[in-house]
């Protein structure tokens, strides 16, 4: 454009000149706004798929842990059963009581029964034992042609007991001593327990939860469909668990037609699958209010550009009209740093705060303004300062970045989780003008859905591991213990305990009287190994265990005879036993050389204990001690006396 007092007008040369000079800079600088535009927009996509991949996949590993958990202590409590089916045949009023109180202590089950080899129920945990037949059930006719001990997981079935719900069945086969076929135990599954628990996941409209049996057979879907339950063709099961019992990958839905995101992961221990399942725009909608964002921003900036060229074009020279518009862009930029989810705040080499952004407010509860000039420790809780202060140290230059979650005061004093990635700022020789960056987000909601399932899932392995009645570790957590310790130790003694008279007694005072005196007398034989490296459990029945590594068999009498005393000093009064009041016997086994593995271990503290109830009860054997010949012989003339019910093996 001419000027004014230009003796000469301006040729058309420069004026060409001029118009592609202000038409490149707008070309160019709107090629590069949308280049960093599609750049952020494909990596902030990238970012939330792979975030939402790594949200998929963490759940379905919670919920395969959480299935396999929720069969296994079934699987537990059923095994129990079976072994005790296998040699006796329980009273049905006591038995039926256990059973009941059994599903009561397992939130998962709707009911257990026990039904004979032609499949009908002889033991039930529901009011009124029912008086169908199982036997045209496919489990109970492969529990019959099968003459194995394993779990078997049915298809969702429909209740006979309650036509309106639906379940799953867990089963195991009872077999006799003779090997024959003796019935199944069998565990129903309501499948609004799994929904109840799934249902709490924010999955998005479209996301899906399922349990799958390992033959395609769908167990459990939520929500409910009413598309096809089979799903072995699908390349689920056709590809990628061929490949990997883990994994992730994008699908078109068999349920509703939608693209999703699936992730899935083999419950260890059984035959079952998780799948956990997200749509794509689900996954991508906060990515998508990004990108609006972005667009509007964008479209902000070459609305900018334009008007930036306009005016290079009217008045090219002109340094005050450059600054001006440098001075509102650089407005405009301050304005989406303060107007950000994320606090972005800069940190100068003395801890300092420099600058703040108005998210905090939204965020936290404060002041930007208030902050300015205060040490950045000041709002951070005290024992996560060293920590914070980790994180700048590990930076090793401009283009790294530290990331740390700490606890942060808010506004009113209350503490927020918060994820703070720090930068350096600039790249100096002199550490006192060193400045940081740093990007907070509140991540508290996370953190507390993160400290839930991990509390969820210590629950289930303690409740895995635990007897339900005496509180102390069950029989299969006792087994490995011994496993384990036996191969470890060259010194190893067990104990084994049983409660002299104890049917005389629960026939008096009856079962809640007999729980109670089970757990007073577990009490006694915990605190024997309480702060020790050995181990007390509930053996089965009123039969107790107490390994002791690296004890002598001395020693472990000592152990026995301590712990005997101190039931009998508890004066439990039991008018069916001679002396008035309930004792115990002991029978103990160490390790030597000839002992071949634990479970001979185990046999040679339950003859040690029988020879103790022979003799009289209310004492402890060693199996060292014992005359062997005697026992065996003393065994086949008193077999009867000692099989009242007091034994439980």
């Not at 049915?154 to 379940?167: F, G, K, P, T, Y």
């Not at 930029?333 to 407010?361: F, G, K, P, W």
């Not at 213990?481 to 104890?502: G, H, P, Q, T």
Request: glycine share 6%.
């Amino acid at each position: 454009m001419p000027h004014r007092n230009s003796p000469k007008p301006v040729g058309p040369l420069r004026r060409v000149t001029s118009t592609a000079v202000v038409i490149a800079f707008a070309l160019v600088m709107t090629a590069c706004i949308l280049g960093v535009m599609a750049w952020k927009a494909l990596d902030a996509k990238k970012a939330a798929l792979a975030s939402g991949s790594s949200d998929i996949q963490n759940l379905a590993h919670s919920l395969s842990e959480h299935a396999s958990h929720t069969i296994q202590a079934v699987d537990i409590a059923m095994a129990g059963m079976v072994d005790l089916l296998k040699y006796r045949d329980p009273d049905p009023g006591r038995f039926n009581r256990y059973l009941a109180e059994t599903a009561k202590t397992l939130p998962q089950l709707r009911g257990i029964g026990v039904a004979d080899a032609k499949g009908n129920w002889t033991y039930s945990s529901l009011p009124e034992t029912p008086r169908h037949t199982i036997s045209d059930r496919s489990y109970f006719a492969d529990h019959r042609d099968k003459p194995d001990n394993t779990l078997r997981i049915s298809e969702l079935m429909q209740s006979r007991v309650d036509e309106r719900s639906s379940m799953i069945v867990l089963s195991k086969r009872i077999t006799k001593l003779d090997g024959s076929f003796g019935g199944v135990v069998a565990a129903a599954i309501d499948k609004d327990y799994f929904n109840n628990f799934y249902r709490t996941f924010q999955l998005g409209p479209d996301g899906g939860i399922s349990l799958i049996r390992n033959d395609g057979a769908l167990l459990m879907r939520w929500p409910q469909s009413d598309k096809s339950t089979d799903l072995s063709k699908t390349d689920l099961f056709r590809k990628h668990l061929k490949q990997s019992s883990v994994g992730y990958y994008k699908i078109i839905s068999p349920f509703d037609g939608l693209v999703k995101h699936l992730g899935y992961e083999v419950t260890p221990h059984y035959p079952m699958v998780v799948t956990v399942a997200m749509s794509e725009d689900w996954l991508l909608s906060e990515w998508w209010k990004g990108l609006r964002t972005d667009a509007i921003v964008a479209g902000v900036l070459l609305c900018m550009i334009l008007m930036l060229a306009a005016l290079l074009a009217l008045q090219f020279h002109f340094r005050s009209k450059t600054e001006r518009t440098l001075r509102e862009r650089e407005a405009h930029y301050r304005l989406l740093a303060d107007n950000i989810a994320d606090i972005i705040i800069m940190i100068d080499a003395h801890s300092m705060l420099r600058y703040v952004s108005r998210s905090v407010e939204p965020v936290l509860g404060l002041q930007a303004k208030d902050l300015i000039g205060k040490s950045c420790f000041d709002l951070v809780h005290p024992e996560d300062r060293e920590s914070v202060m980790q994180a700048t140290m590990r930076l090793n230059g401009v283009g790294g970045v530290s990331t740390v979650v700490f606890r942060h005061y808010r506004g009113d004093g209350t503490l927020a989780w918060v994820e703070s990635k720090f930068k350096l700022a600039s790249d100096t020789s002199d550490p006192t003008r060193t400045e940081f960056l740093c990007v907070i987000r509140d991540v508290t909601e996370r953190k507390r859905m993160e400290d839930e399932l991990t509390q969820l899932n210590r629950r289930l392995t303690q409740l895995a591991a635990t007897d339900g009645l005496t509180g102390l570790t069950n029989r299969r957590t006792l087994d490995g213990f011994l496993r384990r310790e036996y191969e470890a130790c060259e010194e190893i003694s067990v104990l084994l305990f049983d409660i002299d008279n104890f049917k005389g007694y629960n026939d008096t005072y009856g079962h809640q009287a007999g729980d109670r005196c089970l757990q007073a007398v577990a009490k006694a034989i915990g605190d024997a190994t309480a702060n020790t490296s050995g181990l007390s459990a509930r053996y089965g029945g009123e039969e107790f265990a107490v390994v002791l590594p690296n004890t002598s068999e001395d020693d472990a009498l000592k152990v026995a005879e301590s712990i005997r005393l101190t039931v009998r000093a508890l004066g439990i009064p039991n008018t069916a036993s001679s002396r008035g009041y309930i004792t115990i016997s002991a029978g103990g086994a160490a390790k030597t050389r000839s002992t071949i593995d634990e479970a001979a271990l185990v046999g040679e503290a339950d003859t040690a204990l029988y020879e103790a109830k022979r003799l009289g009860r209310n004492r402890s054997i060693v199996y060292s001690s014992i005359d062997l010949q005697y026992v065996d012989s003393a065994s086949i003339q008193h077999d009867g006396e000692f099989a009242s019910g007091e034994r439980t093996h």
